[in-house]
């Protein structure tokens, strides 16, 4: 059987690649480096260790709570090698989410840091399923044996996996509900290094400062050299750009993908210090791109640089890229007009499709109606980088996969629309639709037009009342120093003037949109609702949800 382990991938890399630097980690104020080689023998450390004196298992579902470093990267790649299923979860999704996320996926073993093993005992319950603790740092005799301290297996077995077999559980960033765990196999991570590599062109000689701790999997899977960057993974908004630009200078970085609110602290601030980078390619996702942020960073990157805004999800990515010269000439003008967001053609080998939406779940592919081009629906995708479930989540599963033959699509939860040109443009996410009687309104269209104010930080459209009732609301961010009975004054107006926005007669300036956690961008428009409603009702929101 060919042998779709990830970890094989690195095995061989390693080979071809020897001494050159895989990690790079700069730790309190000195660079740490690992070459491939190191970074194999590390992996295969790790592995004997964790197959010894830790006990782990092929299929065991190891729950891994370590902090982005070169242990996070051995010993993901290590648990693959085992065969153990590697179960990740953003730690900064908030503890009522994050134990509720841990309780439904059921770890069998926790690693993690002091810290993090001390959280898992003082709450037992979601924990309940974990047989062993290992610490990564000293165990002290209450927090379970130390990773350094396990007796390897004499053995050094590789697990060979089928494309089917059961890699990593993700979690998704729960933006509209509660967090989903995904289930990733071997042969999606196969998928997602070819069209990285294919599309992109990383490998070899590129240099990754990954903002997700995931992507230096990829990169040093594909040859590349990776840097940790100082900062918080979880708090992307409140990266400190003087240690994320002193990385991306001292390695001359090639290639960096990050989310939204990353690029535009680090963007501001270049410009403001009259910094350049050496960044030759960045990717920047998990919320829509504002070309304005593209024409910023375009000013801090060689003139021959790409940036690429790529669209998908935790369950399917990437699905669809455009580059950001075509953004800035053709595309972002329109999304001022309330044409929604472009986000570029299907890549290579994945199918994207446009259905009238459903509520609920849809049984087979031969039930829908496709819609034809400008027509705004379901965004629908077939792929091998498509995920096939949810964990523990039948309902959800359901509700997101169609059936199709021998294999499946997955729902988007996003509409959208395709233009003359097979572009791709995203118009708001499904659930937040605004159902009016005269209507639906989408949230990225009308938003658009709001945006184009020159005091508008960002705008959020929601609905209040009974669906196909709503009233549309605009809630916008104000920059400092606009009054806000003026601003608010002229937005009624630039609503008047678009067919899309006319019927909008009720705005509300708002103290800070709450964002989720991953990429601090999406906004949480459910949240917004409630403070609505309870503007409109005249109890006021001194509490600023």
């Known amino acids: 059987m060919d042998n779709r382990n990830i970890a094989a991938v690195l095995q061989r890399v390693a080979a071809d690649m020897g001494r050159e630097t895989a990690l790079v980690h700069k730790i309190r104020g000195r660079y740490q480096r690992l070459t491939f080689v190191d970074l194999d023998r590390s992996r295969r450390d790790f592995a004997a260790r964790l197959r010894g004196g830790g006990g782990i298992r092929p299929g065991d579902r190891v729950m891994l709570m370590v902090r982005p470093s070169m242990e996070f990267i051995s010993l993901t790649f290590a648990l693959f090698s ?24 059921r770890p069998d ?107 230096a999997l990829f990169s040093t899977a594909l040859g590349a050299r990776a840097v940790i960057p100082d900062m918080d993974p979880s708090r992307p908004a409140r990266v400190d750009p003087k240690k994320f630009i002193r990385t991306l200078l001292d390695e001359s970085v090639t290639y960096s ?82 044409k929604g967001v472009c986000v570029g053609r299907p890549l290579p080998g994945i199918t994207v499709r446009i259905i009238r939406p459903v509520a609920g779940p849809i049984g087979d592919w031969q039930q829908v109606q496709k819609l034809d081009c400008g027509e705004i629906g379901e965004i629908v995708v077939k792929g091998a980088v498509v995920t096939r479930a949810y964990d523990h989540n039948s309902a959800e599963t359901e509700m997101a996969k169609i059936p199709d033959g021998d294999s499946f699509r997955h729902r988007m939860g996003d509409m959208g629309y395709y233009d003359d040109l097979g572009r791709l443009w995203f118009c708001g996410r499904k659930a937040h639709v605004v159902h009016t009687a005269d209507g639906p309104m989408y949230s990225i269209c009308c938003e658009g037009i709001f945006n184009t104010h020159p005091h508008v930080l960002r705008s959020a459209l929601v609905g209040t009342g009974r669906s196909g009732r709503q009233v549309p609301v605009i809630l916008v ?5 606009v009054g806000e009975e003026k601003l608010l ?42 403070w609505a409603e309870k503007r409109l009702s005249g109890k006021g929101c001194e509490d600023g949800l």
């Open 82 to 105: 085992i065969g153990a299923v590697v179960i990740l979860i953003d730690p900064g999704m908030g503890y009522r989410n994050l134990l509720r996320c841990i309780k439904s996926v």
């Open 257 to 338: 993908f990050g989310s939204p609110a990353i690029w535009n602290v680090v963007s501001r601030y270049c410009l403001d210090k009259d910094i350049s980078l050496p960044v030759k390619k960045i990717l920047m996702a998990g919320a829509p791109v504002s070309g304005e942020l593209v024409e910023r960073v375009a000013k801090i990157i060689p003139p021959d640089g790409e940036i690429h805004t790529p669209y998908g999800a935790t369950e399917s990515l990437p699905i669809t890229s455009i580059e950001g010269r075509e953004i800035l000439r053709d595309c972002w003008p329109l999304t001022g007009k309330g």
């Open 109 to 215: 073993i926790l690693i993690g840091i002091p810290r993090a093993v001390l959280f898992s005992r003082l709450f037992p319950g979601p924990f309940a399923s974990v047989r062993k603790r290992i610490c990564v740092g000293p165990g002290l005799g209450i927090l379970g044996k130390s990773l350094t301290a396990l007796k390897p297996a004499p053995d050094n077995r590789e697990f060979v996996a089928a494309t089917d077999e059961l890699a990593a559980i993700i979690f998704t960033t729960g933006s509209t509900g509660p967090p989903k765990g995904v289930q990733y196999t071997h042969g999606i991570f196969h998928a997602q290094l070819r069209l990285i590599q294919d599309y992109y062109g990383i490998g070899p000689g590129e240099v990754d400062q990954p903002a997700f701790p995931l992507f």
């Open 477 to 481: 961010e104000k920059k400092k120093g």
């Open 489 to 530: 004054t002229e937005l009624k107006r630039l609503a008047g003037q678009h067919p899309l926005t006319k019927r909008i007669s009720t705005f509300f300036v708002h103290p800070g949109f709450p964002v989720d956690i991953r990429h601090n961008a999406k906004i949480f428009r459910e949240k917004l609702v409630l």
